[in-house]
């Protein structure tokens, strides 16, 4: 059920920590990896997945598993329409991230959930 004047998006950190798990997978070494984040990283931020994945494209020779490249790249261009441009979000400034609606979340939900005599 989507709510009135709402919009799906990718929290960044969520993003950014899927991409490095995915990316310590598909090369060896940290300097190569935090080199090509690095890069990935600078589109993802403007929301261009477009342009991070060309960067990912152009490193597909320096890979080490190629089926970690595509995942990582399918990972991406499924998640393109809830990837907003993190720049300009927070220059405005609203939300990157997803604390307020964790925070919703435990007020409404958990707190329900952890009532006397419960047990999960």
Do not use: F
């Not at 190569?32 to 597909?60: C, I, K, N, S």
């Not at 609606?101 to 329900?112: E, H, Q």
């Amino acid at each position: 059920m989507r709510l009135p004047r709402s919009t799906l998006r990718l929290d960044w950190g969520h993003l950014r920590k899927r991409c490095a798990e995915l990316a310590s997978m598909v090369w060896r070494g940290r300097t190569a990896t935090a080199g090509l984040l690095r890069q990935v990283y600078q589109q993802r931020w403007r929301g261009d997945v477009p342009a991070a994945l060309e960067v990912l494209e152009a490193y597909r020779p320096e890979a080490t598993d190629w089926a970690r490249l595509a995942e990582w790249m399918s990972y991406l261009q499924a998640q393109a329409p809830y990837i907003p441009n993190y720049r300009r979000r927070r220059c405005e400034p609203q939300d990157i991230g997803s604390g307020p609606v964790d925070k919703v979340n435990d007020l409404l939900v958990a707190r329900r959930q952890n009532g006397a005599g419960m047990r999960c």
